[in-house]
């Protein structure tokens, strides 16, 4: 079973940019797709991110694409959230997820990942 730990979220200004990191501890070698989702208190998690396990395609939210970018490193350890020009509204609790499955549609879905990280808190504010 992969475990997943997130890191990187903290307080930053309206403007301003995070990385976020996802290690990945995968000690079965799975061939697994990667996701990232937010959640706020009250409701349910919000597609973000994905990127196959090649890291060779990614997928955004319509609404994030341009400021956020997702990426493996070469050693498919760590899966990495780039967030730019983030705004009072990209604030939540981000998560890491894995999937296996390989249907395109399915990466939007929270239901879709197996396995998750706990989470770690974003918090843009002047």
């Known amino acids: 079973q992969v475990q997943l730990v997130e890191s990187g979220g903290g307080l930053v200004q309206p403007g301003g940019s995070l990385r976020l990191t996802c290690a990945v501890s995968n000690p079965t070698g799975t061939m697994y797709n990667m996701g990232w989702f937010r959640q706020v208190p009250g409701k349910g998690r919000q597609f973000v991110a994905a990127i196959n396990y090649i890291g060779s395609r990614t997928y955004y939210e319509d609404s994030l694409e341009g400021r956020f970018t997702i990426s493996w490193d070469n050693a498919k350890d760590t899966v990495f959230l780039e967030m730019n020009t983030l705004k009072p509204e990209d604030t939540a609790v981000y998560s890491c997820?894995?999937?296996?499955?390989?249907?395109?549609?399915?990466?939007?879905?929270?239901?879709?990942?197996?396995?998750w990280g706990r989470g770690t808190q974003v918090t843009v504010s002047s």
């Open positions: 997820a894995a999937t296996t499955t390989w249907r395109l549609r399915d990466w939007y879905t929270a239901t879709s990942y197996s396995d």
